[in-house]
Structure formats: C-alpha cells, structure tokens
C-alpha cells in the first residue's frame, strides 16, 4: 500500500512539473513571437514613414522644379514674342539687325527645349521613385506573410511536440 502511494505521488510530482515545463516552454515562445512581431511591425512602420517622407520629398522638389520650368517656360515665351515684336520691327529698319534678332530667337528656343528636356528627366525620376517604393511595399508585404507563416510554424511545431 505505501509502494502504490509512492508511486503515484511519484507520478503526479513527474506530470505536475511535465506541465510547468510545458507551460514555461510555452509562454517563452509566446514571448519570443510577440516580440518579433512587434519588432517587426516597427521595423515595418519605420521603413514605411522613411519611404512616405523620402516621397513626400522627391514629390514637393519635383513639383517646385516644375513650377520653376514653367515660370521659366512662361518668361522665356514671353521674351520670345517681345523679340518677335522687335524683329518685326526692326525688319523696317535694317536687314542686319534682323539677323541677330533671329539668331536670339534660335537660341531662346533651345533653351527652351532643354528645360523641355530637364522637367522630362525630373518626370522620369519621379516615376523611378514612385517604382521603387512599390517595390520597398512588396518587400515589406512579404516580410509580414514570411514572419507569420514562421510564427505558424514554429508554434504549431511546438504545439505538436508536446
């Protein structure tokens, strides 16, 4: 009769600490996914507002750069019809004169093909920018489906182990 009490005290004691270890084996792993999850979420959201302000950046440079052209476009279109005007009327006044008009007309028009040129180039690296974070996006997105198939897995193997 003592035996059987023995043992089975024996028994109870082995499963009462069976299931202290489990539990303790557990909450550590509880422990360790949340704070992965929670680094990972501000790692994510860090990523997120650099990426949002860079953009936000490129954005107001561009449209700043933009705005600067097309006052220059406007400034320049407008001296370009005072020259008109002025060749016109120093058509009636010298023949020579009208050449060096012209050759100023030629080269305000160049100039305004080149910054034709610069505010399509600024265009092109805003759309660069705008890809880049699409893909910063899908990175992130798949970071996240990653770190919670891995959470899965590691606490359904846990799981499954006990």
């Known amino acids: 009769m003592i035996v059987k009490v023995g043992v089975v005290t024996a028994v109870v004691v082995v499963v009462v600490v ?6 303790v084996v ?7 996914v949340v704070v992965v999850v ?12 650099v990426v949002v302000v860079v953009v936000v950046v490129v954005v107001v440079v ?17 001296v370009v019809v005072v020259v008109v005007v002025v060749v016109v009327v120093v058509v009636v006044v010298e023949v020579v004169v009208v ?4 050759v100023v007309v030629v080269v305000v028009e160049v100039v305004v093909v080149v910054v034709v040129v610069v505010v399509v180039v600024v265009v092109v690296v805003l759309v660069v920018v705008v890809a880049v974070v699409v893909v910063v996006v899908v990175v992130v997105v798949v970071v996240e489906v990653v770190v919670v198939v891995v959470v899965v897995e590691v606490a359904s193997s846990t799981a499954l182990q006990w």
Do not use: D, K, R, Y
Not at 40 to 48: K, N, P, Q, T, W
Not at 99 to 102: A, D, L, M, P
């Open 18 to 23: 069976a299931a202290v270890v489990v539990v």
């Open 26 to 32: 557990v909450v550590v792993v509880v422990v360790v």
């Open 38 to 49: 929670v680094v990972v979420v501000v790692v994510v959201v860090v990523v997120v507002v």
């Open 62 to 78: 561009v449209v700043v750069v933009v705005v600067v052209v097309v006052v220059v476009i406007v400034v320049v279109e407008v």
């Open 99 to 102: 050449e060096v008009v012209v």
